[in-house]
Protein backbone atom coordinates (compact mmCIF):
# COMPACT_ATOMS: atom_id res chain seq x y z
CA UNK A 1 0.00 0.00 0.00
CA UNK A 2 2.68 2.43 0.92
CA UNK A 3 4.01 2.43 -3.03
CA UNK A 4 0.85 2.94 -3.81
CA UNK A 5 0.34 6.02 -1.77
CA UNK A 6 3.18 7.38 -2.39
CA UNK A 7 2.51 7.03 -6.23
CA UNK A 8 -0.41 8.75 -5.61
CA UNK A 9 1.39 12.05 -3.27
CA UNK A 10 3.27 12.47 -6.32
CA UNK A 11 0.57 13.61 -8.43
CA UNK A 12 -1.12 14.77 -5.14
CA UNK A 13 1.53 17.53 -4.48
CA UNK A 14 1.14 18.76 -8.25
CA UNK A 15 -2.44 19.91 -7.63
CA UNK A 16 -2.08 20.22 -3.93
CA UNK A 17 -2.89 24.24 -3.62
CA UNK A 18 -6.18 23.36 -5.42
CA UNK A 19 -7.06 20.79 -2.87
CA UNK A 20 -6.16 22.43 0.11
CA UNK A 21 -8.11 25.47 -0.43
CA UNK A 22 -11.29 24.43 -2.09
CA UNK A 23 -13.94 22.62 0.27
CA UNK A 24 -16.43 20.71 -1.73
CA UNK A 25 -18.46 18.21 0.38
CA UNK A 26 -18.61 15.55 -1.97
CA UNK A 27 -14.95 13.67 -3.13
CA UNK A 28 -14.22 14.35 -6.50
CA UNK A 29 -11.74 11.91 -6.54
CA UNK A 30 -12.84 7.93 -5.84
CA UNK A 31 -8.99 6.70 -4.23
CA UNK A 32 -8.54 6.32 -0.51
CA UNK A 33 -5.48 8.00 -0.98
CA UNK A 34 -6.81 10.89 -2.12
CA UNK A 35 -8.72 11.29 1.50
CA UNK A 36 -5.54 11.35 3.09
CA UNK A 37 -3.46 13.83 2.01
CA UNK A 38 -1.53 15.70 4.79
CA UNK A 39 -2.88 19.22 4.72
CA UNK A 40 -5.98 18.83 2.19
CA UNK A 41 -9.65 17.76 2.91
CA UNK A 42 -9.69 14.48 3.81
CA UNK A 43 -13.21 12.45 2.92
CA UNK A 44 -15.13 9.43 4.45
CA UNK A 45 -16.53 6.57 2.69
CA UNK A 46 -19.26 8.45 2.57
CA UNK A 47 -17.93 11.41 0.58
CA UNK A 48 -18.73 13.73 3.41
CA UNK A 49 -15.71 15.27 5.06
CA UNK A 50 -13.83 14.13 7.72
CA UNK A 51 -13.99 15.89 11.43
CA UNK A 52 -12.39 14.74 13.85
CA UNK A 53 -9.89 17.68 15.29
CA UNK A 54 -7.10 17.52 18.23
CA UNK A 55 -7.49 13.91 18.40
CA UNK A 56 -6.15 10.25 17.33
CA UNK A 57 -6.24 7.45 16.54
CA UNK A 58 -6.88 3.91 18.46
CA UNK A 59 -5.90 0.72 17.18
CA UNK A 60 -7.55 -2.56 18.78
CA UNK A 61 -8.97 -5.82 16.89
CA UNK A 62 -7.32 -5.18 13.64
CA UNK A 63 -8.92 -1.91 12.80
CA UNK A 64 -8.14 1.93 13.56
CA UNK A 65 -10.30 4.05 15.27
CA UNK A 66 -9.90 7.80 14.30
CA UNK A 67 -11.69 10.24 16.84
CA UNK A 68 -11.29 13.86 17.80
CA UNK A 69 -13.08 17.21 18.34
CA UNK A 70 -16.18 17.61 15.49
CA UNK A 71 -15.97 21.27 14.44
CA UNK A 72 -18.89 23.42 12.87
CA UNK A 73 -18.40 26.84 11.13
CA UNK A 74 -17.25 29.74 12.01
CA UNK A 75 -15.55 30.89 15.34
CA UNK A 76 -18.29 29.35 17.13
CA UNK A 77 -15.40 25.97 15.77
CA UNK A 78 -13.90 26.90 18.78
CA UNK A 79 -16.41 25.32 21.44
CA UNK A 80 -17.84 22.49 21.59
CA UNK A 81 -21.51 22.28 20.09
CA UNK A 82 -21.52 18.67 18.85
CA UNK A 83 -18.99 16.04 21.10
CA UNK A 84 -16.26 13.74 19.73
CA UNK A 85 -16.56 12.14 16.32
CA UNK A 86 -15.28 8.92 15.22
CA UNK A 87 -14.44 7.07 11.72
CA UNK A 88 -13.12 3.48 11.04
CA UNK A 89 -10.66 2.09 8.88
CA UNK A 90 -8.87 -1.19 8.13
CA UNK A 91 -5.96 0.98 6.33
CA UNK A 92 -5.32 4.74 7.89
CA UNK A 93 -6.87 5.52 4.87
CA UNK A 94 -10.21 4.45 4.00
CA UNK A 95 -12.65 6.43 6.85
CA UNK A 96 -16.39 5.01 7.82
CA UNK A 97 -18.33 7.31 9.55
CA UNK A 98 -18.93 5.78 13.34
CA UNK A 99 -21.03 8.91 13.78
CA UNK A 100 -20.04 11.01 17.57
CA UNK A 101 -19.19 8.69 19.94
CA UNK A 102 -19.25 11.17 22.82
CA UNK A 103 -22.36 14.12 22.46
CA UNK A 104 -22.65 17.63 24.14
CA UNK A 105 -25.54 18.00 26.26
CA UNK A 106 -28.62 20.13 25.95
CA UNK A 107 -28.50 20.48 29.67
CA UNK A 108 -27.03 23.88 30.60
CA UNK A 109 -25.91 22.77 34.28
CA UNK A 110 -24.11 19.18 32.56
CA UNK A 111 -20.65 19.66 32.70
CA UNK A 112 -20.27 18.60 29.15
CA UNK A 113 -23.06 21.36 28.12
CA UNK A 114 -23.34 23.11 24.56
CA UNK A 115 -20.72 25.63 24.29
CA UNK A 116 -18.12 23.80 26.40
CA UNK A 117 -14.31 23.10 25.71
CA UNK A 118 -14.18 19.77 24.67
CA UNK A 119 -10.36 19.48 23.43
CA UNK A 120 -7.98 16.66 22.28
CA UNK A 121 -9.87 13.72 23.04
CA UNK A 122 -7.97 10.95 23.65
CA UNK A 123 -9.43 7.03 24.08
CA UNK A 124 -7.18 3.53 25.14
CA UNK A 125 -8.27 0.11 25.72
CA UNK A 126 -8.36 -1.18 29.32
CA UNK A 127 -7.47 -5.05 28.59
CA UNK A 128 -8.12 -5.71 32.22
CA UNK A 129 -11.56 -4.06 32.06
CA UNK A 130 -12.48 -4.83 28.56
CA UNK A 131 -13.71 -0.89 28.44
CA UNK A 132 -12.49 2.07 26.45
CA UNK A 133 -11.73 5.13 28.56
CA UNK A 134 -11.83 8.57 27.15
CA UNK A 135 -9.85 11.33 28.81
CA UNK A 136 -10.06 15.04 26.93
CA UNK A 137 -9.54 18.62 28.19
CA UNK A 138 -12.65 20.21 28.99
CA UNK A 139 -13.56 24.14 30.12
CA UNK A 140 -16.97 24.01 31.00
CA UNK A 141 -19.51 26.26 29.52
CA UNK A 142 -18.69 29.44 30.19
CA UNK A 143 -15.46 30.10 31.82
CA UNK A 144 -12.54 30.52 29.00
CA UNK A 145 -9.84 28.64 30.02
CA UNK A 146 -9.95 29.22 33.51
CA UNK A 147 -11.47 25.66 34.43
CA UNK A 148 -8.30 23.98 32.78
CA UNK A 149 -9.94 20.12 33.70
CA UNK A 150 -9.63 16.83 32.77
CA UNK A 151 -13.39 14.79 31.44
CA UNK A 152 -13.67 11.05 31.81
CA UNK A 153 -16.05 9.13 29.62
CA UNK A 154 -16.03 5.08 29.18
CA UNK A 155 -17.85 2.74 26.64
CA UNK A 156 -18.33 -0.62 26.07
CA UNK A 157 -17.00 -0.84 22.59
CA UNK A 158 -14.65 1.07 20.41
CA UNK A 159 -17.28 3.03 18.60
CA UNK A 160 -19.24 3.71 21.94
CA UNK A 161 -21.44 5.41 22.95
CA UNK A 162 -19.08 7.20 25.56
CA UNK A 163 -21.00 7.65 28.94
CA UNK A 164 -19.34 10.71 30.48
CA UNK A 165 -18.61 9.58 34.11
CA UNK A 166 -17.00 12.97 35.62
CA UNK A 167 -14.69 16.16 35.53
CA UNK A 168 -12.12 17.37 37.69
CA UNK A 169 -8.50 18.91 38.41
CA UNK A 170 -6.11 16.06 39.18
CA UNK A 171 -5.26 14.94 41.92
CA UNK A 172 -6.22 16.93 44.77
CA UNK A 173 -4.32 16.71 48.27
CA UNK A 174 -1.10 15.75 46.73
CA UNK A 175 2.27 16.76 45.33
CA UNK A 176 4.36 15.13 43.02
CA UNK A 177 6.70 12.06 43.44
CA UNK A 178 9.90 14.60 42.18
CA UNK A 179 8.35 17.55 44.19
CA UNK A 180 11.26 19.67 45.92
CA UNK A 181 10.94 19.61 49.30
CA UNK A 182 11.36 23.12 50.04
CA UNK A 183 8.14 23.53 47.09
CA UNK A 184 6.08 21.42 50.30
CA UNK A 185 6.57 23.73 53.12
CA UNK A 186 3.65 26.18 54.18
CA UNK A 187 6.11 29.14 52.88
CA UNK A 188 6.25 27.35 49.55
CA UNK A 189 2.39 27.36 49.81
CA UNK A 190 1.79 30.64 50.74
CA UNK A 191 4.45 32.09 48.09
CA UNK A 192 2.34 30.20 45.49
CA UNK A 193 -0.57 31.62 46.76
CA UNK A 194 0.88 34.94 46.01
CA UNK A 195 2.69 34.07 43.01
CA UNK A 196 0.20 31.87 40.79
CA UNK A 197 -1.69 34.49 39.19
CA UNK A 198 1.22 36.60 37.92
CA UNK A 199 1.92 32.88 36.13
CA UNK A 200 -0.06 33.50 33.20
CA UNK A 201 2.16 36.33 32.09
CA UNK A 202 5.77 35.72 30.47
CA UNK A 203 7.21 38.65 32.48
CA UNK A 204 10.15 37.78 34.02
CA UNK A 205 8.24 37.49 37.52
CA UNK A 206 6.04 35.27 35.67
CA UNK A 207 8.59 33.06 34.69
CA UNK A 208 10.14 32.73 37.82
CA UNK A 209 6.10 31.71 39.57
CA UNK A 210 6.09 29.03 41.57
CA UNK A 211 2.66 28.32 40.83
CA UNK A 212 1.49 24.51 41.64
CA UNK A 213 1.12 24.40 44.92
CA UNK A 214 -1.34 26.88 45.42
CA UNK A 215 -3.86 24.56 43.58
CA UNK A 216 -2.68 21.13 45.83
CA UNK A 217 -5.73 21.61 47.61
CA UNK A 218 -7.87 21.99 44.35
CA UNK A 219 -6.24 19.92 42.18
CA UNK A 220 -3.91 20.87 39.20
CA UNK A 221 -4.79 22.87 36.30
CA UNK A 222 -4.70 20.30 33.00
CA UNK A 223 -5.10 21.60 29.51
CA UNK A 224 -3.31 19.96 26.53
CA UNK A 225 -3.14 16.66 27.39
CA UNK A 226 -2.42 12.74 25.93
CA UNK A 227 -2.87 9.39 27.56
CA UNK A 228 -0.20 6.42 26.77
CA UNK A 229 0.04 3.10 28.14
CA UNK A 230 3.15 1.78 29.08
CA UNK A 231 4.49 -1.98 28.00
CA UNK A 232 2.83 -2.98 31.81
CA UNK A 233 -0.42 -1.88 31.42
CA UNK A 234 0.11 1.10 33.39
CA UNK A 235 -1.76 3.84 32.08
CA UNK A 236 -0.38 7.88 32.63
CA UNK A 237 -1.83 11.37 31.41
CA UNK A 238 0.65 13.69 30.50
CA UNK A 239 -0.51 17.15 30.48
CA UNK A 240 0.06 20.69 30.30
CA UNK A 241 -0.27 22.19 33.69
CA UNK A 242 0.95 24.99 36.00
CA UNK A 243 -0.62 27.93 33.44
CA UNK A 244 1.06 25.78 30.66
CA UNK A 245 4.45 26.11 32.02
CA UNK A 246 4.97 22.53 32.81
CA UNK A 247 3.76 18.87 32.27
CA UNK A 248 2.43 16.65 34.79
CA UNK A 249 2.65 13.01 34.07
CA UNK A 250 0.04 11.73 36.38
CA UNK A 251 -0.41 7.74 37.08
CA UNK A 252 -4.27 6.05 36.75
CA UNK A 253 -5.50 3.68 38.30
CA UNK A 254 -5.73 -0.25 37.34
CA UNK A 255 -9.23 0.54 35.34
CA UNK A 256 -8.61 3.61 33.92
CA UNK A 257 -11.05 5.36 35.27
CA UNK A 258 -9.15 7.51 38.36
CA UNK A 259 -6.20 8.87 39.46
CA UNK A 260 -3.73 7.05 41.91
CA UNK A 261 -2.37 10.27 43.18
CA UNK A 262 1.41 9.78 42.18
CA UNK A 263 2.35 12.42 39.71
CA UNK A 264 5.40 13.45 38.01
CA UNK A 265 6.57 17.74 36.96
CA UNK A 266 8.56 17.56 33.49
CA UNK A 267 9.99 19.62 31.55
CA UNK A 268 9.49 22.37 34.19
CA UNK A 269 8.77 25.98 32.97
CA UNK A 270 9.56 25.21 29.56
CA UNK A 271 6.31 25.66 27.96
CA UNK A 272 4.85 22.96 26.14
CA UNK A 273 1.54 22.33 25.25
CA UNK A 274 0.38 19.82 22.69
CA UNK A 275 2.15 16.15 24.19
CA UNK A 276 2.30 13.37 21.99
CA UNK A 277 4.38 10.24 23.31
CA UNK A 278 5.45 7.03 22.15
CA UNK A 279 8.71 4.66 23.38
CA UNK A 280 11.01 2.46 21.11
CA UNK A 281 13.99 0.68 21.85
CA UNK A 282 14.10 1.69 25.66
CA UNK A 283 13.17 5.45 24.68
CA UNK A 284 10.64 7.35 25.50
CA UNK A 285 9.67 10.31 22.79
CA UNK A 286 7.47 13.41 23.69
CA UNK A 287 6.55 15.65 20.72
CA UNK A 288 5.15 18.94 21.41
CA UNK A 289 4.83 22.89 21.05
CA UNK A 290 5.05 26.47 22.53
CA UNK A 291 2.34 28.09 23.81
CA UNK A 292 1.22 30.50 21.02
CA UNK A 293 -2.76 29.34 21.14
CA UNK A 294 -4.03 28.70 17.82
CA UNK A 295 -1.25 29.33 15.98
CA UNK A 296 2.07 27.25 14.66
CA UNK A 297 5.74 27.63 16.28
CA UNK A 298 8.52 25.46 16.50
CA UNK A 299 8.03 21.89 17.20
CA UNK A 300 10.48 20.41 20.53
CA UNK A 301 11.17 16.68 21.82
CA UNK A 302 12.31 15.61 24.90
CA UNK A 303 13.64 11.72 25.58
CA UNK A 304 13.67 9.79 28.42
CA UNK A 305 14.24 6.31 30.03
CA UNK A 306 11.16 6.07 31.81
CA UNK A 307 7.79 8.00 31.27
CA UNK A 308 7.78 9.16 35.20
CA UNK A 309 11.36 11.44 33.54
CA UNK A 310 13.59 12.57 33.92
CA UNK A 311 12.94 14.29 30.48
CA UNK A 312 15.83 15.52 28.22
CA UNK A 313 15.01 18.23 25.86
CA UNK A 314 16.42 18.07 22.07
CA UNK A 315 16.04 19.84 19.54
CA UNK A 316 13.29 20.26 17.00
CA UNK A 317 12.41 16.89 14.97
CA UNK A 318 10.23 18.37 11.96
CA UNK A 319 11.93 18.98 8.29
CA UNK A 320 10.59 19.57 4.93
CA UNK A 321 8.16 22.09 3.31
CA UNK A 322 4.46 22.07 3.59
CA UNK A 323 3.91 23.10 -0.35
CA UNK A 324 0.36 24.07 -0.12
CA UNK A 325 1.45 27.17 2.67
CA UNK A 326 5.56 27.31 2.30
CA UNK A 327 5.63 27.07 5.65
CA UNK A 328 8.75 25.05 7.12
CA UNK A 329 9.77 23.51 10.45
CA UNK A 330 10.15 26.78 12.12
CA UNK A 331 6.20 26.87 12.49
CA UNK A 332 5.43 23.23 12.04
CA UNK A 333 3.86 22.99 8.62
CA UNK A 334 1.52 25.17 10.24
CA UNK A 335 0.49 22.60 12.40
CA UNK A 336 1.05 21.75 16.21
CA UNK A 337 1.60 18.38 17.23
CA UNK A 338 -1.43 15.90 18.67
CA UNK A 339 -0.68 12.12 18.86
CA UNK A 340 1.99 9.39 18.22
CA UNK A 341 -0.11 6.10 16.50
CA UNK A 342 2.19 2.94 17.16
CA UNK A 343 1.11 0.94 14.05
CA UNK A 344 3.22 -2.16 14.21
CA UNK A 345 6.85 -2.45 15.85
CA UNK A 346 8.48 -0.39 12.89
CA UNK A 347 5.38 2.20 11.88
CA UNK A 348 4.99 4.94 14.58
CA UNK A 349 2.73 7.19 12.64
CA UNK A 350 2.94 11.30 14.18
CA UNK A 351 -0.09 13.23 13.77
CA UNK A 352 -0.38 17.12 13.67
CA UNK A 353 -3.14 19.76 13.11
CA UNK A 354 -2.86 23.14 10.89
CA UNK A 355 -5.87 24.92 13.11
CA UNK A 356 -8.35 27.04 11.58
CA UNK A 357 -9.09 29.09 14.12
CA UNK A 358 -11.77 31.60 12.24
CA UNK A 359 -13.32 28.62 10.69
CA UNK A 360 -12.15 25.46 12.90
CA UNK A 361 -14.13 23.05 10.44
CA UNK A 362 -11.59 23.88 7.95
CA UNK A 363 -8.89 22.59 10.19
CA UNK A 364 -6.70 20.45 8.56
CA UNK A 365 -5.03 17.07 9.33
CA UNK A 366 -1.53 15.97 8.83
CA UNK A 367 0.34 12.34 9.44
CA UNK A 368 4.06 11.33 8.85
CA UNK A 369 6.04 8.70 9.68
CA UNK A 370 8.47 9.09 12.38
CA UNK A 371 12.21 7.88 11.61
CA UNK A 372 14.12 6.65 13.85
CA UNK A 373 17.91 7.16 14.82
CA UNK A 374 20.08 6.23 18.04
CA UNK A 375 17.87 7.73 20.79
CA UNK A 376 16.71 10.18 18.25
CA UNK A 377 13.67 10.91 15.72
CA UNK A 378 13.10 12.76 12.90
CA UNK A 379 9.77 13.41 11.48
CA UNK A 380 10.01 15.06 7.78
CA UNK A 381 7.09 16.60 5.31
CA UNK A 382 5.29 14.47 3.21
CA UNK A 383 2.43 15.00 0.48
CA UNK A 384 1.16 11.89 2.25
CA UNK A 385 1.47 8.92 4.55
C1 LIG B 1 -3.65 25.81 21.86
C2 LIG B 1 -3.97 24.41 22.27
C3 LIG B 1 -5.31 24.05 21.70
C4 LIG B 1 -6.31 25.06 22.23
C5 LIG B 1 -5.88 26.46 21.90
C6 LIG B 1 -6.80 27.51 22.46
O1 LIG B 1 -2.41 26.21 22.29
O2 LIG B 1 -2.98 23.53 21.81
O3 LIG B 1 -5.65 22.73 22.04
O4 LIG B 1 -6.46 24.91 23.60
O5 LIG B 1 -4.58 26.70 22.40
O6 LIG B 1 -6.31 28.81 22.23
Given at each position: MSAFLSALAVVGSAVGMAFAEAAP????????ASRCRNGAIWYDTDGHVVNAHGGGVLAHGGKYYLYGEHKVYG???????VGVHMYSSADLATWKDEGVVLGVEN????????GCVIERPKIVYNAKTGKFVMYFHLER???????ARVGIAVA??????YKFIRSLN????TYP????????TPEALERSKREFRVS????EEGRKALIYPAHVERGQDSRDMTLFVDDDGKAYLVHSSESNSTLHIDELTDDYL????RWWRAA???????PAICKKDGWYYLVGSGCTGWAPNKARYYRA?????PWERLGNPCEGV??????GPDRTWGGQSNYILKVSEDRYVAMFDIWR??????SRLVWLPIVFGDGEITIRWQDSL
Open positions: TQNPVAEPKFGNRAHDLSSDIADRGRGYSDDGATGPPTPGVNAREEDKLGSSDFTGEKDWTEARAITGNPANGQPDNQVD
